[in-house]
């Protein structure tokens, strides 16, 4: 599942299963919409990988608010 971060950086997950979720996210640089691990030659550096430490625990019907996402 995936989705963008809009221009106030505030990002949803509509019609989730309740569950337990780990988020990822990257900074897609060149805009192509998939992560880019970089080339050595010519040498083009991977795009920033930021991953959410903890464990979000979905629950039916309930907002999950506040959650942020830090890339290096």
């Known amino acids: 599942m995936e989705t963008r971060v809009d221009s106030k950086g505030a990002f949803s997950f509509p019609q989730v299963v309740e569950g337990k979720y780990v988020l990822q ?4 640089l060149n805009g192509n919409g998939e992560y880019d691990t970089g080339k050595p030659i010519p040498f083009v550096p991977s795009e920033p990988l930021g991953k959410q430490s903890d464990t979000l625990k979905v629950r039916a019907r309930w907002p999950l608010e506040g ?5 290096p």
């Not at 996210?25 to 897609?28: A, L, N, T, V």
């Not at 959650?67 to 890339?71: H, I, M, N, S, Y």
């Open 25 to 28: 996210s990257f900074g897609d």
């Open 67 to 71: 959650v942020r996402l830090r890339l």
